[in-house]
């Protein structure tokens, strides 16, 4: 019962996952660009939505009203003003600058809120549980999964029946021909890393009412994330809800064998996977 | 004397660091047909890209309508009526027949050309257009290509190398679709490694041989003497 437990609720550990990821597999599927900063931007959309609980009094969950725009917001900023400068043939710019946002944000962070671990209150949503047979699901687990469900459905119908989307695809088949359509690829690249912002909001927030959180852990969700897109296959959104599950599942099994191995787990399911299909389980058909 | 739609004043282009065009002058004239016909290298390809925007240059050696834009960004050139039928197609392969004519679309200006009329126009393209575009053949491919700039209702089409690649009859097809098109005003610039089909379709024509003008007459004046001159460089 322990063993079918665990692969539940790794099953619902990888939604979250998939929301590390998704963000990230949407950048670098429109504009070839791999965030480095990735995992403390999420740690910044938990602090933000901190702040707003602390400030206007609001459930966690609430604050997503404030924080998802704002992450959308600085999204874009961040792309017109920064990251656009870095992209071209070399792929080494947009690396070392992400690089440095990661440790800049990292800093600041600590400036403003210190290295004290934090938490949001999310009242009885923390504890709350369904029963289902023997198991005993968590509440928020299941919402982070439906969730998780809901945003990449939501990605996956703007990408593929949206002008924005055909805009998105355009873009990241060929820039000049784009252009030649009267795209603006700056802004088209800065909308991308909105709505990818906009995810890591969402990510951040739930991660921030799960656990406590403090400046220096956005590289592990980093990598988190990175394993989940690459398991499920560069540029497949599904594929990356199903990456993260299986990352999901991998830990809570091996923290079930063994409290100390849950980490560890984790990335040896992604390097026997990258081992045996180095391009994911589901790579994008054609490209 | 028609006023000329678009001017090249002295264009020098850069292929990268290699200097392509040395001083190109060259006007369009509303609602005409200009061929632009030239040996490889001869800087054709260099010369569309820079009137398109995709190839930087100062601002003043490139005017459409009067305004300088040799300096302007390529998503500005398109919203003011300047489309291009790119050499060797170029479709976005992740979009569908539809969604690459509909991406045509997008600088959203009036005009008569819309899904239907392109439709009707290449109606082989209404029966494909759930697949990818990528499973077409090369000429269902070409007629994509012209239907995308279509969709933008340009008042300047440009076509680079259109016959590239596609069988005889094929190319015969395509040309035989290019009075439509036209026809209604649009001013185009047809670049064309087929002299023959070249001077068919177009009122004038200008020669370019390593990177500067070494022909331009009207289409039905030019011999094949001075045609070959102007091509080769040969005495």
Redesign the interface.
């Known amino acids: 019962m322990d063993f079918v437990n665990a692969v539940v609720q790794g099953i619902l550990l990888g939604g979250l996952y998939a929301l590390f990821a998704a963000g990230l597999s949407l950048i670098f599927g429109v504009m070839r660009l791999v965030n480095i900063a990735h995992g403390d931007l999420i740690v910044l959309a938990a602090y933000l939505g901190l702040t707003t609980t602390v400030v206007l009094g609001v459930h966690p969950l609430v604050a997503l009203i404030v924080v998802v725009p704002v992450m959308a917001g600085i999204g874009y900023v961040l792309q017109r003003g920064v990251l656009n400068h870095t992209l071209g043939d070399d792929i080494l710019p947009p690396l070392l600058v992400t690089f440095g946002l990661s440790v800049i944000i990292q800093n600041a962070l600590l400036e403003g809120y210190s290295a004290d671990p934090q938490k949001m209150d999310a009242g009885v949503l923390e504890t709350a549980s369904v029963a289902l047979g023997p198991l005993s699901l968590g509440l928020l687990p299941l919402l982070t999964f439906a969730i998780a469900v809901a945003v990449i459905a939501a990605l996956q119908w703007t990408f593929y029946r949206t ?1 924005l989307g ?2 998105f ?2 873009t ?3 820039q ?10 700056r802004h088209v690249f800065g909308l991308a890393m909105a709505l990818a912002l906009a995810v890591t909001a969402v990510a951040g927030i739930l991660l921030g009412i799960r656990t406590s959180f403090d400046p220096s852990v956005g590289g592990g969700r980093l990598i988190f994330g990175f394993e989940a897109v690459i398991i499920g296959g560069l540029g497949n959104l599904w594929g990356t809800l199903v990456g993260g599950v299986i990352l999901g599942v991998a830990q809570t099994v091996g923290a079930t064998i063994n409290p100390g191995w849950q980490l560890l787990a984790g990335h040896i399911a992604f390097l026997v996977i990258l081992a045996v299909r180095p391009n994911g389980l589901f790579p994008r058909i ?2 | 004397m028609p006023e000329p739609i678009l001017t090249l004043t002295g264009l020098n282009a850069f292929h990268g660091d290699f200097q392509a065009l040395y001083g190109v002058d060259l006007e369009v004239n509303e609602g005409e047909v200009l061929a632009i016909i030239g040996a490889n290298g001869a800087g054709k390809t260099t010369l569309l890209r820079s009137i398109a925007g995709l190839i930087g240059n100062e601002a003043s050696q490139i005017t459409y309508r009067g305004r300088p834009i040799g300096n302007a960004r390529p998503d500005v050139v398109a919203k003011m009526g300047l489309a291009m039928v790119p050499e060797g197609r170029q479709l976005f392969p992740s979009l569908s027949v539809e969604e690459n004519l509909m991406i045509g679309g997008r600088v959203n200006r009036a005009g008569p050309w819309n899904l239907r009329r392109v439709y009707d126009l290449f109606p082989i393209l209404e029966e494909r257009k759930a697949q990818a575009s990528t499973s077409l053949s090369g000429g269902q491919q070409q007629m994509v290509a012209i239907g995308r700039a279509l969709m933008a209702n340009p008042d300047l089409i440009m076509f680079d190398e259109i016959s590239l690649g596609l069988a005889p009859v094929i190319i015969r097809d395509i040309y035989k679709a290019l009075p439509g098109i036209v026809g209604g005003g649009m001013s185009a610039v047809i670049v064309e490694q087929d002299i023959t089909k070249a001077l068919a379709v177009s009122s004038r024509v200008y020669c370019l041989q390593e990177g500067r003008v070494s022909l331009k007459g009207r289409s039905d004046a030019v011999s094949r003497e001075d045609i070959a001159r102007a091509y080769f460089g040969v005495e």
């Open positions: 002008p055909r805009a695809r355009a990241s088949d060929n000049d021909i784009a252009q030649l359509m009267g795209l603006n690829k054609s490209g």
